[in-house]
């Protein structure tokens, strides 16, 4: 324990600054402050990291709930999600709105005779094939099994009729 006596003179002629308790004083004093601080900096930076964490975790959770596991494409429950959007989007602006249902031929036949895992290869890479055949603005989902839809914004009967017989092609 440090004790310190001054008188209310040697106080203002900072007197205690000469003395031995008073520089040992001041030490403890700045040295607080220092340790202080750098606990105020340690948390802030701890906030700022556990902040990051959550968004991230918050992605990872809204990438879960939109996506289909399999193929990484729109799940059904987001594509209906942006067909209500794009339909009263297109109503607003009075343009049009295709959606393609597409499904794989003789995909029971693939699973029945092949396995499961290669289903899952045909699913992956016809999902890979689509989106990189279609436009960005086009949205691809997994509707189910071997189904798929295609929201195609801005496109006429006629030319989704177009680009539902490209697609066959390509495939």
């Known amino acids: 324990m440090l004790v310190l006596h001054l008188t209310p003179e040697e106080l203002k002629r900072d007197a205690f600054l000469h003395l031995p308790q008073g520089q040992l004083l001041l030490l403890f004093a700045y040295g607080g402050l220092a340790v202080v601080s750098a606990l105020?900096?340690?948390n802030h930076v701890l906030a700022q990291q556990q902040q990051a964490l959550k968004q991230r975790h918050d992605q990872q959770l809204q990438l879960l709930a939109?996506?289909?596991?399999?193929?990484?494409?729109?799940?059904?429950?987001h594509f209906e999600e942006v067909l209500v959007s794009e339909i009263a989007r297109c109503?607003?602006?009075n343009r049009p709105l295709a959606l393609l249902m597409v499904d794989l031929d003789h995909f029971k036949q693939i699973n029945d005779r092949y396995g499961h895992a290669t289903g899952d290869v045909v699913l992956k890479t016809f999902a890979s094939c689509v989106s990189a055949f279609l436009r960005k603005m086009d949205t691809v989902s997994r509707w189910g099994g071997e189904e798929f839809a295609v929201l195609m914004p801005d496109t006429s009967a006629v030319q989704a009729q177009q680009a539902a017989e490209r697609l066959r092609l390509h495939v």
């Not at 939109?66 to 429950?77: E, F, I, K, M, V």
């Open 66 to 77: 939109s996506t289909d596991p399999l193929t990484g494409l729109a799940n059904r429950r």
């Open 40 to 42: 105020l900096a340690y």
């Open 91 to 93: 109503n607003r602006h």
